[in-house]
T-cell receptor
């Protein structure tokens, strides 16, 4: 079956602009996670959804970052007033429910110029 | 808070040789431990995990890892490496009750023919 997909695969934007990154989880997976992976580092947790609600957003670095999952499937990570330090690969993962194995998407590489 | 150290940034082995990737964790109680592999252009894939029980864990692709509480380690091993094993390997630790892993910075495995 289809895995986790993320669009776009690459995004280049100018400092100060707004971006949206999309994640399509595996069908039927109720848990969805966003991570950020900077160059030479492991993924860092950003936010976790169980269904439509954000169950844990403790990893969001500041209020420029926001994520939604209005219907409990597709999720969008939104970044306002982008900064060069936001450049990274943004990974999405989903699992059948909390505690199950997480399946990762290929990521969106964000470059802020 | 939990943390993970992967002391080797790069490891080079010859095809057919044995492999051991080191991972040390910091967490006050019994941790959940994971090894993931990330190939270029691919999402992170779970190789194996330890939650409890037998401290020697078997995973996919011929990998195994051993949990040693006294050494706070969870090293990954494979008896004979294949060229297709060249990738980035991440060790991760999850606190009890939390299924959101904290990742190490990764070890890049290079396989020489």
């Amino acid at each position: 079956g289809a895995g986790v997909s993320q669009t776009p695969s690459n995004k280049v934007t100018e400092k100060g602009k707004y971006v949206e990154l999309r994640c399509d989880p595996i069908s039927g997976h109720t848990a969805l996670y966003w991570y950020r992976q900077s160059l030479g580092q492991g993924p860092e947790f950003l936010i976790y959804f169980q269904g439509t609600g954000a169950a844990d957003d403790s990893g969001l670095p500041n209020d420029r970052f926001f994520a939604v999952r209005p219907e409990g499937s597709v999720s969008t990570l939104k970044i306002q007033r982008t900064e060069r330090g936001d450049s990274a690969v943004y990974l999405c993962a989903s699992s059948l429910t909390r505690g199950d194995e997480q399946y990762f998407g290929p990521g969106t590489r964000l470059t802020v110029t | 808070a939990q943390s993970v150290t992967q002391p080797d940034i790069h490891i080079t082995v010859s095809e057919g040789a044995s492999l051991e990737l080191r991972c040390n964790y910091s967490y006050g109680a019994t941790p959940y431990l994971f090894w993931y592999v990330q190939s270029p252009g691919q999402g992170l894939q779970l190789l194996l995990k330890y939650f409890s029980g037998d401290t020697l864990v078997q995973g996919i692709k011929g990998f195994e890892a051993e949990f040693k509480r006294s050494q706070s380690s969870f090293n990954l091993r494979k008896p004979s490496v294949h060229w297709s094993d060249a990738a980035e390997y991440f060790c991760a630790v999850g606190a009890g009750g939390s299924y959101i892993p904290t990742f190490g910075r990764g070890t890049s495995l290079i396989v020489h023919p």
